[in-house]
């Protein structure tokens, strides 16, 4: 992956491309949150032909934390500016967690820029049905990446799935971590606080793959049912892994990616 700096307006982003079919629509992803470009990375080496760009979000990993808070609304314009740039005028989407609250926004946003969207461990927003209050409680903070002792205590409970059975994953997961700052996470925080998609999801009317893991101790599957069920054209798959399952179990969730964006 190709990894450099781009001034989008005011905004400088610390963007990550990796190359692929020129003949394929490109692939857009939206990380979670607190996540820099590297966490994605187990995934895209399993998926392979289209061309892949993240980038990490104002205030998260290299990307410059800005004055004032966002809503998703103002990253999904912000997004859209990079793919002019970057001549890209339709693209697939892909989120997970904190970003499938992007990618819903931005297929409903920039319709027409989107061609097909992928929604994995997401909900749709503010009216989720809640995880595990003990794993939502710790993921109001910003310590798990900032303190990697309390990273592998809490590693299981909150991610559930192969972490479950794997203290050696915490650390894996630091080590693909590029941390910024507590306040960039925050913004993140804030930036989805009363925020939902639910009056507005029957006209996401791309087709839509929303991939759930049957462990996820963070966002139940229950999530993904609705937003199955109220996305016209959507399908849902369960991985037999937890919340992180597009990194621990890469290899089969990229198969299935690639199957939904050939078709």
């Known amino acids: 992956m190709r990894i450099e700096l781009i001034r989008v307006g005011k905004q400088i982003l610390r963007v990550g491309i990796r190359a692929g079919d020129k003949?394929?629509?490109?692939?857009?992803?939206?990380?979670?949150?607190?996540?820099?470009?590297?966490?994605?990375?187990?995934?895209?080496?399993?998926?392979?032909?289209?061309?892949?760009?993240?980038?990490?979000?104002?205030?998260?990993?290299?990307?410059p934390t800005p004055l004032l808070p966002y809503r998703p609304s103002t990253l999904t314009r912000l997004a859209a500016r990079l793919l002019d740039q970057l001549g890209h005028p339709e693209?697939?989407?892909?989120?997970?967690?904190?970003?499938g609250v992007l990618a819903q926004q931005f297929a409903f946003q920039q319709r027409e820029r989107c061609r097909r969207l992928v929604l994995a461990a997401t909900s749709p927003g503010h009216l989720m049905v809640p995880g595990k209050i003990s794993a939502m409680m710790k993921m109001a903070t910003p310590r798990r990446y900032t303190d990697p002792a309390y990273m592998k205590r809490i590693a299981a409970s909150i991610y559930g799935g192969a972490f479950r059975g794997s203290s050696a994953l915490a650390e894996e997961h630091l080590r693909h971590l590029h941390w910024s700052s507590d306040y960039g996470y925050y913004l993140q925080l804030f930036a989805c606080l009363g925020w939902s998609s639910l009056p507005w999801l029957p006209f996401v009317t791309q087709p839509t793959l929303v991939m759930m893991g049957a462990d996820d101790p963070i966002v139940r599957v229950v999530n993904g049912r609705i937003l199955a069920k109220l996305i016209p054209n959507a399908r849902l798959v369960t991985i037999d892994?937890?919340?992180?399952?597009?990194?621990?179990?890469?290899?089969?969730?990229?198969?299935?990616?690639a199957e939904f964006l050939k078709n």
């Not at 692939?27 to 399993?46: K, V």
Request: no cysteine.
């Open 23 to 63: 003949t394929r629509t490109p692939l857009l992803l939206f990380n979670g949150i607190g996540a820099s470009i590297e966490l994605i990375a187990p995934f895209l080496e399993q998926l392979e032909e289209p061309e892949a760009i993240v980038f990490d979000v104002p205030g998260v990993g290299g990307s």
């Open 91 to 99: 693209v697939d989407v892909l989120g997970v967690s904190w970003g």
């Open 241 to 257: 892994d937890g919340h992180l399952f597009l990194v621990t179990s890469a290899q089969e969730a990229a198969g299935k990616v």
